[in-house]
C-alpha cells in the first residue's frame, strides 16, 4: 500500500490561486504509474481534473484546462496541482490519487482528501 499525504487546500476568494501537494511514500517498494487529482463536491459523484504519467503525460478534465497545472516531482514522489483563476464550482474536497507497482502487484491508492473552498 502507498500513503498518500496532501497537503495546501483551504479558503480563498475567486479569481485567487492555491497549491495542492500530494507526498506517496509506501514501506515497500513502489513505482509509481499514474498520480492525479479529483474532487467531489457536495451531492456530486467523485471527477478527474488532473493526471500525470510517469512521463509527464498530463490529462485536465475540461473545466479547469487553462486554470490548473499538474506536475510531478519523481525525486521526492509528490505531485502537485496549482490552481489560478479559481471559481466558486471548484469548491471540493479534492483527492489525491496514485497507482502504483507495489512489490509484484499494481496498486490504487487515495489520500484523505483536503478541501478546497472557494468564496464569490
Known amino acids: 500500500q502507498v500513503q498518500l499525504a496532501e497537503s495546501g487546500g483551504g479558503l480563498v476568494q475567486a479569481g485567487e490561486s492555491l497549491r495542492l501537494s500530494c507526498a506517496a511514500s509506501?514501506?515497500?517498494?513502489?513505482?509509481?504509474?499514474?498520480m492525479g487529482w479529483y474532487r467531489q463536491a457536495p451531492g456530486k459523484q467523485r471527477e478527474l481534473v488532473a493526471q500525470i504519467t510517469g512521463t509527464s503525460n498530463t490529462n485536465y478534465a475540461d473545466s479547469v484546462k487553462g486554470r490548473f497545472t499538474i506536475s510531478r516531482d519523481n525525486a521526492k514522489n509528490t505531485v502537485y496541482l496549482q490552481m489560478n483563476s479559481l471559481k466558486p464550482e471548484d469548491t471540493a474536497i479534492y483527492y489525491c490519487?496514485?497507482?502504483?507497482?507495489?512489490?509484484?502487484?499494481?496498486?490504487?491508492?487515495w489520500g484523505q482528501g483536503t478541501q478546497v473552498t472557494v468564496s464569490s
Open positions: 509506501s514501506k515497500s517498494w513502489f513505482s509509481i504509474i499514474t
Open positions: 490519487n496514485t497507482v502504483a507497482s507495489v512489490g509484484w502487484t499494481v496498486k490504487e491508492d
